[in-house]
Each structure stands twice: as C-alpha cells, then as structure tokens.
C-alpha cells in the first residue's frame, strides 16, 4: 500500500507517491500560482496527485491517505487552513475540498514545516534524535518542532511560526500584520530583495554579470555566488544576510535546546557556506554557552522531499 504526500508551497505544489519504506517512488507538479481561488488552487493539488498515482502505476485504491503539508495554520477538528497568508487562504474548508476532488476519504493537513520536521525526522538528518527543530527557507521562514518524538502544534494547531517571530521591532511590514518579522529578514524572498538592494547600490558589481544585467533574474544565490568569485557588496549581503540568519537561530535555540536543528529549502543548499559561519555566531549568543552538551546545527539531508515524506507520513 502507498501514502500520498503533497508539499502545497507558495511557489509549487509537489505531489508524491511514497513506499513503505519512506521512499518516493513517484512525483508530479505544477505551479501554486498564488494568490487565487482556493478551489483552483485544490484542482491543481488533485491533478498533480492524479498524475503522480498514473506514473506510479497505482489507482486509489491503492492508497491508504492523503497528507498535505500547507503554509499557515490548519484547524484539525474544523478541517479548515484557517490561515495560510502567502496563499491568501482565510478559512478554507480544505479536507472537504480536498476530498471531493480525489474520492479519497483519509485526508489529513499539517503546517508545512511540520511535515519537513517530521520527514527529516524520520527520514533524514534528524533520524534517531527525540528533540528536533526544522528551518526551511524558502517564499518565507517556515519552522517544525518536534519535542520527545512528537509535534509541537499548540492547543489551535497553529505553533511553531518561528518565521513569524519578530527580530527587529517595527521593522519591515510582514504580510502576516506584523513588523520586523524574521520572515521578512532571512527567506529566500528576503535575501533576493536584499541582493537587488545592494545591486542598485553597486552597478558595478559582479551580481549584474550573474543575471545577465536583468536584476529581474536575481535568485537566492546570485550574491552567494557572486561572494564566491570576490565581489565585495555581494559579501556585504550574505554576511548581513547570515546576521540575521543566526539571530533567529539564536533564539530557537535557547527556546527549545533541540538535539539537532536542521536547515532547509532553497537557500539551505548552500550548506556548510551558510552553516558554518552561522554556528561561530550561535557559539557566542546561545544561553547555553558553557553546557557540555549542545544542539548540533544540520543541513536538511533530504531536500524538497523532505515535506512531500513528511506529509505522507500525516495520520491525524
């Protein structure tokens, strides 16, 4: 038998097929195209895993369940995503939807880094440790928790918005309603607004060599790269960049001391370039500083499927 999982990302939505083994033995996806109707959004989540289940080979009878990790909070005895602000979603009646669309009853939704959390958890870099924390940077700062082998999800489903914790007061607008959010600071999206800031600052700067002199072709990694071949404003931007990184990752740790925290999504590709100066500064601010045991600072090991495992895994 074979469990669904689906990544409903801000940019994407990733349907897979996962074995019993916690293996992905089929994927499909298509563009989120957010924001817009939830219920075309939920057409395209029930094509995508259509395609995934034909390229599997199976039907849904197949399939024990479906699980779907989304942005924002999911009300799991309303089956409402009450709010998910980079989707636009208000209230969506989505286990309903969802159901509809696909005749598969076993239907479950959890906070996207949740299922990453729970994917890697399972799966991935932190296989084995009872205390772990997910980061994943991505369209924003999502965050998972997992505390004595299960998920922190709160008494409305709704925490371990880490992303949504502010560290710079009055700071910049956050579309969440809040200001100076860690969000708007350390997201892939922060980081592209960050690089095109210093690209006007600095014409000269190699980063317009790395776009094609189009500041529209800018992504998550131009100033890493542009870093990598010596350009001075585009290491002012990362060192910022980490600055902030590390500031939340600061106060996740001395919040919840987890095992491991494991780093994610796009920018989290740059692993040990990102990481290793981020653990210099976790050293010296942590509360922790003198404890013997401390928590080790991971790159995710599993990449974008670690949300699409995580979601299959989804059983309440």
Same mark, same amino acid.
């Given at each position: 038998?074979y469990?669904i999982?689906?990544?409903?990302?801000?940019?994407?939505?990733?349907?897979?097929?996962?074995n019993?083994?916690?293996?992905?033995?089929?994927?499909?996806?298509?563009?989120?195209?957010?924001?817009?109707?939830?219920?075309?959004?939920? #057409?395209?989540?029930?094509?995508?895993?259509?395609?995934?289940? #034909?390229?599997?080979?199976?039907?849904?009878?197949?399939?024990?369940?479906?699980g779907?990790?989304?942005?924002?909070?999911?009300?799991?005895?309303?089956?409402?995503?009450?709010f !998910?602000?980079?989707?636009?979603?208000? %209230?969506v009646?989505?286990f309903?939807?969802?159901?509809?669309?696909t005749?598969i009853?076993?239907?479950?939704?959890?906070?996207?880094?949740?299922?990453?959390?729970?994917?890697? !958890?399972?799966?991935?870099?932190?296989?084995?440790?009872?205390?772990?924390?997910?980061?994943?940077?991505?369209?924003?700062?999502?965050?998972?928790?997992?505390?004595n082998?299960?998920?922190?999800?709160?008494?409305?489903?709704?925490?371990?918005?880490?992303?949504?914790?502010?560290?710079?007061?009055?700071?910049?607008?956050c579309?969440?309603?809040?200001?100076?959010? &860690?969000?708007k600071?350390s997201?892939?999206t922060?980081?592209?607004?960050?690089?095109?800031?210093?690209?006007?600052?600095?014409?000269?700067?190699?980063? &317009?060599?790395?776009?094609? %002199?189009?500041?529209?072709?800018?992504?998550?990694?131009?100033?890493?790269d542009?870093?990598?071949?010596g350009?001075?404003?585009a290491?002012?931007?990362?060192?910022?960049?980490?600055?902030?990184?590390?500031c939340?990752?600061?106060?996740?740790?001395?919040?919840?001391?987890?095992?491991v925290?494991?780093?994610?999504?796009?920018?989290?590709?740059?692993?040990?370039?990102?990481?290793?100066?981020?653990?210099?500064i976790?050293a010296?601010?942590r509360?922790s500083?003198?404890?013997k045991?401390?928590?080790?600072?991971?790159?995710?090991?599993?990449?974008?499927?670690?949300?699409?495992?995580?979601?299959?895994?989804?059983?309440?």
């Amino acid at each position: 038998m074979y469990r669904i999982g689906v990544d409903l990302g801000g940019t994407n939505i990733v349907s897979g097929v996962v074995n019993e083994n916690c293996e992905i033995v089929a994927k499909a996806s298509r563009p989120t195209n957010a924001p817009r109707a939830a219920e075309e959004i939920f #057409d395209d989540i029930a094509a995508t895993i259509k395609e995934a289940m #034909d390229k599997a080979g199976i039907t849904k009878e197949d399939v024990v369940s479906i699980g779907v990790g989304t942005p924002g909070s999911v009300n799991k005895e309303l089956e409402l995503i009450e709010f !998910a602000n980079n989707l636009g979603f208000d %209230n969506v009646p989505a286990f309903r939807l969802l159901r509809e669309r696909t005749g598969i009853q076993n239907v479950y939704f959890d906070n996207d880094a949740n299922c990453a959390a729970l994917g890697e !958890a399972t799966a991935g870099c932190g296989k084995g440790a009872k205390d772990f924390v997910m980061i994943t940077l991505g369209t924003g700062v999502g965050s998972g928790i997992i505390a004595n082998g299960k998920l922190v999800t709160g008494l409305n489903y709704a925490a371990g918005e880490m992303g949504h914790t502010v560290i710079v007061y009055g700071g910049l607008p956050c579309n969440c309603g809040r200001r100076g959010c &860690w969000e708007k600071y350390s997201s892939a999206t922060a980081l592209i607004a960050q690089t095109k800031d210093a690209m006007r600052e600095n014409p000269d700067s190699i980063m &317009w060599d790395l776009v094609d %002199n189009d500041i529209l072709n800018v992504t998550g990694r131009t100033a890493f790269d542009a870093m990598r071949k010596g350009d001075e404003a585009a290491k002012r931007v990362v060192d910022n960049y980490i600055a902030y990184l590390a500031c939340g990752i600061s106060n996740v740790v001395n919040i919840f001391q987890p095992e491991v925290l494991a780093v994610g999504g796009g920018i989290g590709n740059e692993r040990e370039n990102l990481l290793a100066p981020v653990r210099k500064i976790l050293a010296s601010e942590r509360y922790s500083i003198h404890a013997k045991k401390q928590t080790e600072l991971k790159a995710a090991t599993l990449g974008n499927d670690a949300g699409v495992i995580g979601a299959a895994l989804l059983d309440e």
